[in-house]
């Protein structure tokens, strides 16, 4: 999804970020399903949360229309992460 946003094709940006909210609901499931679940995948999951859920969101808003605003729109996708 950041790839996509930086190169500016915001279309792709959200389509990955839907595959990202499928996987998200998905990998904790089949990790219990198999037995192989441990604090450490738990630690990265989250990890993956803040990158897909916090940042990806917030560099595509910024890229997208708050870069206009300058450093309020920075302020803003700073604050939402």
Do not use: E, H, K
């Given at each position: 999804a950041l790839r996509y946003a930086?190169?500016?094709d915001f279309d792709k940006t959200v389509i990955a970020l839907?595959?990202?909210?499928i996987f998200d609901v998905l990998d904790g499931g089949v990790?219990?399903?198999?037995g192989t679940s441990s604090k450490f995948g738990a630690e990265l999951d989250s990890l993956s949360d803040?990158?897909?859920?916090?940042?990806?969101?917030s560099i595509t808003l910024y890229l997208w229309s708050l870069n206009q605003?300058?450093?309020?729109?920075?302020?803003?996708?700073?604050g939402f992460t």
């Open positions: 930086f190169q500016g839907v595959v990202a909210c990790a219990r399903m198999l803040v990158i897909c859920f916090g940042v990806a969101p605003v300058g450093s309020l729109g920075w302020l803003a996708v700073l």
